[in-house]
């Protein structure tokens, strides 16, 4: 992937994150109720997908420093990596019980999978692109 390709890829990624976690988080506070009728793992007191929100954010904002700003480019993928690390840890940490209760048939959830899934997916693809970038630039 050319650099060109990596850093509109990262910026994509980021905002479709961004975008998915904050119609999650927008629909928790003005309804009290979570998006999709499904369950709404919390954690330390808040909605799960608040952090989403937040960790997208700065994966969105570090990809648009990175493009926008060569001299912190590569600033920006450590960002990217360590944010996308963590998420991979936060999300992971909610998607296997509920995986676990879609496997056994106690849960049904509206896009086939838990949202909080959806994020692992986003945060591994963005870990391992950003990853790949590193050691490319090494």
């Keep these: 992937m050319t650099d060109s ?3 509109k890829a990262m910026i ?3 905002l479709a994150g961004l975008l998915f976690s904050g119609y999650l988080s927008a629909f928790r506070l003005i309804t009290s109720v979570c998006a999709l009728s499904e369950p709404c793992p919390y954690f330390l007191g808040y909605p799960a997908c ?3 929100f937040g960790m997208f954010f700065l994966l969105f904002a570090s990809a648009l420093v990175g493009f926008f700003r060569a001299s912190a480019e590569k600033s920006a993928v450590y ?3 360590l944010i996308s690390g963590l998420g991979i840890l936060f999300a992971g940490y909610f998607t296997v019980p509920e995986i676990s209760n879609l496997l056994s048939g106690t849960s049904a959830y509206s896009l086939g999978l838990p949202t909080c899934a959806y994020g692992l997916i986003f945060y591994v693809i963005i ?3 950003a990853f ?3 050691r490319k630039q090494k």
């Design 5 to 7: 390709g990596y850093k």
């Design 12 to 14: 994509l990624l980021g």
């Design 50 to 52: 608040w952090y989403g």
């Design 79 to 81: 960002v990217q990596v």
């Design 127 to 129: 870990f391992v692109l």
């Design 132 to 134: 790949r970038y590193l």
